[in-house]
């Protein structure tokens, strides 16, 4: 079981916005960076959100990435079908010393 | 353009130690501003951080793997190196090499293709 908690899945249909939520603790959410990845089938994760919201090189405006308290969530807009993968959220976590990650959210484009 | 290159055996008995290399071109493991880390998935499975290290030698491990890990670097070679001992099944994953930005815990830019070990006798 992660320490950070995610729906196991999330869908829309082209055009929409989805959230994906990231739930978290003191330890780390709080009190920490969080990121975002992307791994598309059969590949390795891709860097989308660093530093909770800022893009990382070459990803487009849709995503964008917010935090509030323990809890965080990743957005996308103009939602595309490229855009089916799965998604995991990360941060560090001081009480494990350690980085931790999300147990990931696979997104449908219906 | 930055690469990461993970090599080692696909396939390591149980109670044997697996051994991983991560080769990296367009820059150097002896940059100030980076770490280098290990990530596993195991088939169908999420992510799981594994260990970091700096240049300089310090090495920071998942609570929950620090006993049977090792992660090094060998400067001369460009390259990280994983050592993960007294296997079992449940360390079948496809392993990652990344590398993580100095002063941004949590954040991989630049990952390697992964490859996958096998436990299995």
């Known amino acids: 079981q992660s320490v950070l908690t995610q729906p196991p899945s999330a869908s829309g249909t082209p055009g929409q916005r989805v959230t994906i939520s990231c739930s978290g603790s003191?330890?780390?959410?709080?009190?920490?960076?969080v990121y975002w990845y992307q791994q598309l089938p059969g590949t390795a994760p891709k860097l989308l959100i660093y530093?909770?919201?800022q893009r990382a090189s070459g990803v487009p405006d849709r995503f964008s990435g917010s935090k509030s308290g323990t809890s965080a969530s990743l957005a996308i807009s103009g939602l595309r079908s490229e855009d089916e993968a799965d998604y995991y959220c990360?941060?560090?976590?001081?009480?494990?010393?350690?980085?931790?990650f999300g147990g990931g959210t696979k997104l449908t484009v219906l | 353009q930055l690469q990461l290159q993970e090599s080692g055996p696909g396939l390591v008995k149980p109670s044997e130690t697996l051994s991983l290399i991560c080769s990296v071109s367009?820059?150097?493991?002896?940059?100030?501003?980076?770490?280098w880390g290990w990530i596993r998935q195991p088939p169908g499975k999420g992510l799981e951080w594994i260990a970091t290290?700096?240049?300089?030698?310090?090495?920071y491990y998942n609570p929950s793997l620090r006993s049977r890990v090792t992660i090094s670097v060998d400067r001369s070679n460009n390259q990280f190196s994983l050592r993960l001992s007294s296997v079992t099944a449940a360390d079948t994953s496809v392993y990652y090499c990344?590398?993580?930005?100095?002063?941004?815990?949590?954040?991989?830019?630049?990952w390697g293709q992964g490859t996958l070990v096998t436990v299995s006798s």
């Open positions: 990360a941060s560090w976590d001081d009480s494990l010393s350690g980085v931790i």
């Open positions: 367009g820059g150097s493991v002896s940059s100030s501003t980076y770490y």
């Open positions: 290290i700096y240049y300089a030698g310090n090495t």
């Open positions: 530093r909770i919201n």
């Open positions: 990344a590398r993580q930005a100095w002063g941004s815990k949590g954040e991989f830019d630049y």
């Open positions: 003191t330890s780390n959410i709080e009190s920490n960076y």
